[in-house]
């Protein structure tokens, strides 16, 4: 029987990795080269925006994006507080999805308007590993000015939930 647990895991953890991310840049981010700021915004923005793009991708609605990037750059603020937000929904997403639903294809649009057709587990994957990617970019760029970045691996994040075992993934769903 196909298990939804890996997708779960891999969402919980890049909600835990964004959000020990965020922590850390709220407490850096001026520390930063301005020109390096700008970078990191940006790269928060497009991970938000793919986010987004692939939450309504997720629940078959339309969404507004002509590009993976907003049309006016947000705050960090904002992108922390955003981030957080679409981080639960997808944990949640997550955790309701049942093992029947995984394989389910999707028909949608990119934000430069090619049709696509991936199925919920893929999408799911995808916005794990699209953010890690960029988390990484932003990693990189704390520690080149002196920042230890979040220690944001999978085996940490487990290791975290180890530590706190009322924060464990659920390993079922009720109906």
Known sequence: MLTTLPYRTMIHQKRWATNGLNAVLADNFE????DERVLVVRL???I???????RHNLEARPHN???PRSAELPSLDALA????????????????????EVDEAIAFAFSNGEPARLTRGEM?????THAAGHRGQVALLLQKNGIQPFPDRITDFLKAEDANPQQRIPTEVTP
């Open 44 to 46: 928060l923005d497009h």
């Open 81 to 100: 507080d955003k981030a957080r937000a679409t981080a639960d929904w997808y944990a949640n997403y997550a955790d309701a999805l049942r093992p029947e």
């Open 31 to 34: 520390r930063l080269p301005a």
């Open 124 to 128: 799911l994957l995808h916005v794990a």
């Open 65 to 67: 994006y002509q590009a």
């Open 48 to 54: 938000q925006a793919v986010d987004e793009i692939f």
